[in-house]
Structures are given as C-alpha cells and as structure tokens.
C-alpha cells in the first residue's frame, strides 16, 4: 500500500482516479432528464411478457 500526503489528508495512490470518475458522474447526473413514465416501466414489462412473470411464480413454488 503506498500512502500519500494530499491536503493533509491521508489517501492511497490508487484512490484518486475512482474519486474523478464519481466525481464526473454526479456532475453529468446533473444534467440527466427524467423519462416520462419511468415508474411505470416495470408494469409494461410485466404486461409485455406475462410468461416470464409465470415462469419466476413456477421456480419459486418449486424451491419452496
């Protein structure tokens, strides 16, 4: 581990590029738009493939 002064604070050297990375994302996060309907996108699925909601029922009873 190779520890380095930055600030008076202690950080490892490896850190520094995982903090620019988060700190871009929260900045681009900013400027995200929501799409309309977005809560509803887990009901379309569900009403979409309505076999695949059977299928987890059937695998779940069967481990139960």
Do not use: C, D, N, S
């Given at each position: 581990m190779v520890w380095a002064m930055v600030r008076g604070?202690?950080?490892?050297a490896g850190d520094q590029p995982l903090r620019w990375t988060a700190t871009g994302l929260l900045e681009a996060e900013k400027k995200f738009r929501r799409i309309?309907?977005?809560?509803?996108?887990?009901?379309l699925k569900e009403r979409l493939n309505p076999s695949r909601i059977q299928?987890?029922?059937?695998?779940?009873v069967e481990v139960a």
């Open positions: 604070v202690q950080a490892r309309k309907g977005y809560q509803e996108i887990l009901l299928q987890k029922e059937v695998r779940t």
